[in-house]
């Protein structure tokens, strides 16, 4: 495992050095010192902003008798991202990680990582949503000629291919507990109660369809 981490990270920082240099290094430094100080807090205000509209789509799916503030959500959603961009070759890494600084700060194993499923869930969806918007506006102002009907083809498929998959993981989830215990003896290694827990936790999340 270590081996192949170690491999994977070193393909990523030869893909980014490879990147930078046929850019260019002068562009990116450009790129970068031309927004200046103003525009680089601007940026960093937006994505506090968006952590603070994520973590609150994660804590509305706790139940109502949850103690934990709305804060730690947020601070797990800015750890899960954060190790996601730093860890794009786990898998799972920044879920686990997101997860495991819910629990640190009072958040049942269980509830976690079954909220952080629910959570993971609803965001596909609405990505699928967002591409639908996509391939609608597409198809209504690209140029009627045979490249732009082939791209909007290939969109459609897609499309319905990620409608049929975003389907199917959300059935699993209600109906299919193996795959959820699988996925959480994947995020929770040597912890067989908690992931025993977790199709239990889901279940009491989706009989709040509202709150989700």
Known sequence: MKWRIVIVAALGLALILYLVEFVGLGAVLSAAVSIGWSGFAVLCAYQLALF????????????????????????????????????PFSQFGGMALGARAAILHGVSRPFAFGSMIVDVTTEMLAQIAYIALGVAMLSARAPHNSSAESLTTVFAIGLGLAVIAGGLFLALQRHGHWMTAKLA???????????AAVPAALDEIYRSPARV
């Open 52 to 87: 603070f509209l994520l973590g609150s789509a994660w804590y509305v799916l706790m139940p109502r008798e949850s103690a934990v503030r709305h804060r730690v959500f947020v601070w797990a959603r800015m750890v899960r991202d954060s190790a996601a961009e730093v860890l």
């Open 185 to 195: 003896a994947r995020l929770l290694p040597g912890v067989a109660t908690a992931t």
